[in-house]
């Protein structure tokens, strides 16, 4: 029982039902789960949405061949990496309208409603982030490298998500072609995009996956440090390392050349640089939950704190039992087919003698249970 009540999320100030000392243990019966819809849609306000797919767990080999064409140093070495839990993944960069709509300003230099978002650095994206997660209730955040990369392959080992062609890029991806006025040596005059500057997202053919412009059209941002090659990257949802001076960036963009854009190519910058080449997707946790009633008497004299942690706009606080006047331990992940345990909510050191709880039985230590609602 005990158990049970420390795998439970608990999320204060929704209504859902009291649990008070001495009630009688409600029912046990699972509430049907459901499975991720395979599209999501935020509303951003103002007739303003964003477009996301679910994008499945999975392997992939993350990083390139020793003798992929233009394979730089960092991209190696090649591992397997897990990724362990679906997720949602913008199908678009994030456009000039959508920013605007949540941040109130349009910094891009490429003016065009539709456009991608640019000239915001790492810190503009993860308060854009912040802001559309606060509006939205879901957990917006910037796709790990491991989730850009898994994303953009999907499920190719080639150079681009199309194949390993230089050729066929203008097919895929706004680089810089035959349109672009920059004259840069490295133009590709052969082939044609049809793009000077930044296209309208989604003008060209999508991945597999039904992503558009993971190659080209604007660098996006990813959430992790550049630490240069993947000597000691783990192999199950990396983040990165911690700290670094420099965020990741991925696919190139509309004034790059073809190698740019390679799924598995790697650029970095300091956080709080802006660039008109450089915009940002976004990715909401997608984790399963299933409501359920909590089985047990829960008495608030027997709640406690036992763990605090920042996560977006959300305080995840982890619940501890006292039995007998003691500090109860949590029992081990592994034993506990959710994993750990996390407590949401504002009141949680003194809580009120009853109050009113809504429980959740949680997969993911690390997810805010309403970011999976
Ligand atoms: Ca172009
Ligand atoms: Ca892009």
Same mark, same amino acid.
């Not at 052969?190 to 412009?213: E, I, M, Q, R």
């Not at 982890?318 to 750990?340: K, Q």
């Given at each position: 029982m005990a158990k049970t009540l420390v795998t439970a999320v608990i999320v204060f100030g929704v209504a859902h039902w009291t649990l008070a000392a001495g009630t009688a243990p409600p029912s046990t019966q699972p509430a049907p789960s459901t499975q991720p819809a395979k599209d999501l849609s935020l509303d951003l306000g103002n007739k303003v949405t964003m477009k996301l797919i679910l994008i499945p767990a999975g392997q992939f080999i993350m990083g390139s061949p020793a003798g992929e064409k233009d394979r730089q140093a960092d991209e190696g070495p090649q591992h397997e990496v897990t990724i362990s839990k679906p997720f949602y993944m913008g199908v678009f960069e994030v456009t000039q309208q959508q920013y605007e709509q949540v941040m109130g300003v349009n910094p891009s230099e490429f003016k065009?409603?539709?456009?991608?978002?640019?000239?915001?650095?790492?810190?503009?994206?993860?308060?854009?982030c912040k802001k559309l997660s606060a509006k939205t209730g879901k957990t917006v955040q910037l796709p790990t490298e491991a989730q850009w990369e898994y994303a953009c392959r999907a499920g190719t080992k080639t150079r681009f998500g199309f194949g390993d062609k230089d050729e066929d890029l203008y097919k895929y991806g706004n680089y810089c072609d035959k349109s672009n006025t920059n004259g840069w040596p490295w133009q590709?005059?052969?082939?044609?995009?049809?793009?000077?500057?930044?296209?309208?997202?989604?003008?060209?053919?999508?991945?597999?996956?039904?992503?558009?412009?993971?190659?080209?059209?604007?660098?996006?941002?990813?959430?992790?440090?550049?630490a240069g090659p993947y000597a000691n990257a783990k192999n199950q949802d990396p983040?990165?390392?911690?700290?670094?001076?420099?965020?990741?960036?991925?696919?190139?963009?509309?004034?790059t050349f073809p190698s740019f854009c390679r799924s598995a190519d790697r650029s970095w910058l300091d956080p709080v640089i802006r660039g008109k080449v450089i915009g940002f997707r976004v990715v909401v946790v997608a984790?399963?939950?299933?409501?359920?009633?909590?089985?047990?008497? =829960?008495? @608030?004299?027997? +709640?406690?704190?036992? !763990? $605090? /942690?920042?996560c977006g706009q959300t305080? =995840?606080? @982890?619940?501890? +039992?006292?039995?007998? !006047? $003691? /500090?109860?331990?949590?029992?081990?992940?592994?034993?506990?087919?959710?994993?750990?345990?996390?407590?949401?909510?504002?009141?949680?050191?003194?809580?009120?003698?009853?109050?009113?709880?809504r429980v959740y039985l949680c997969n993911d230590p690390q997810t805010p249970p309403e970011s999976a609602l």
């Open positions: 065009g409603a539709k456009n991608p978002v640019e000239e915001v650095s790492w810190e503009d994206a993860v308060e854009f590709d005059k052969d082939h044609n995009d049809g793009f000077d500057k930044t296209a309208p997202v989604g003008s060209l053919k999508a991945n597999d996956w039904g992503l558009y412009d993971m190659h080209g059209n604007v660098w996006e941002w990813c959430s992790e440090w550049y983040t990165g390392p911690d700290p670094g001076s420099c965020r990741v960036m991925r696919g190139g963009s509309w004034d984790g399963r939950m299933h409501l359920r009633r909590c089985p047990c008497v =829960v008495s @608030t004299r027997n +709640l406690g704190v036992y !763990g $605090r /942690r920042e305080q =995840v606080l @982890t619940l501890f +039992l006292v039995r007998r !006047g $003691r /500090r109860s331990a949590l029992p081990p992940a592994e034993r506990m087919p959710w994993g750990r345990a996390g407590l949401v909510g504002r009141k949680v050191e003194r809580p009120a003698r009853s109050f009113h709880i």
